[in-house]
């Protein structure tokens, strides 16, 4: 009976995690990169290499990428990118883009949260997880 409780608990948790998300609109994208840019002050000049969806390996870059990530519960700290999450805010087409970039913080247990949110950003960008239409939404907007 007890294991059989704590099998039901892990599948109601598995069922609201995926569930739970609701994809993000544009507004809350900006919303979410708005109060990180408040919390970590990236300089001008680097906010501009983001309207290219470029990122440059820096610390406070690191910081403010991680913090969007969480905020946009795309990223869990113990788990890394949810790569449900990514598939119903990006498409189902693109889960072979989020299963070839997500890591695992085990694989990499010196990295900062930072930095891990990151990496793996840059490669889901890299490898065209954010389309030129999302792109020309985000910055439009």
């Given at each position: 009976?007890?294991?059989?409780?704590?099998?039901?608990?892990?599948?109601?948790?598995?069922?609201?995690?995926?569930?739970?998300?609701?994809?993000?609109?544009?507004?809350?994208?900006?919303?979410?990169?708005?109060?990180?840019?408040?919390?970590?002050?990236?300089?001008?000049?680097?906010?501009?290499?983001?309207?290219k969806f470029e990122y440059p390996e820096e610390e406070i870059v690191e910081n403010y990428v991680h913090c969007v990530a969480v905020e946009?519960?795309?990223?869990?700290?113990?788990?890394?990118?949810?790569?449900?999450?990514?598939?119903?805010?990006?498409?189902?087409?693109?889960?072979?883009?989020?299963?070839?970039?997500?890591?695992?913080?085990?694989?990499?247990?010196?990295?900062?949260?930072?930095?891990?949110?990151?990496?793996?950003?840059?490669?889901?960008?890299?490898?065209?997880l954010i389309t030129e239409e999302y792109k020309t939404a985000i910055l439009e907007h």
């Amino acid at each position: 009976m007890k294991y059989c409780i704590i099998f039901l608990l892990f599948v109601g948790i598995a069922s609201a995690r995926l569930h739970g998300y609701v994809k993000r609109t544009v507004e809350q994208l900006k919303e979410a990169r708005a109060d990180c840019i408040e919390k970590f002050p990236v300089p001008a000049e680097t906010r501009e290499l983001f309207k290219k969806f470029e990122y440059p390996e820096e610390e406070i870059v690191e910081n403010y990428v991680h913090c969007v990530a969480v905020e946009l519960q795309y990223f869990v700290d113990t788990e890394g990118y949810i790569d449900e999450h990514l598939e119903k805010q990006f498409g189902n087409d693109k889960i072979d883009i989020i299963n070839k970039c997500i890591t695992f913080k085990k694989d990499h247990p010196d990295w900062t949260l930072g930095h891990w949110a990151l990496s793996d950003w840059k490669c889901l960008v890299k490898e065209g997880l954010i389309t030129e239409e999302y792109k020309t939404a985000i910055l439009e907007h």
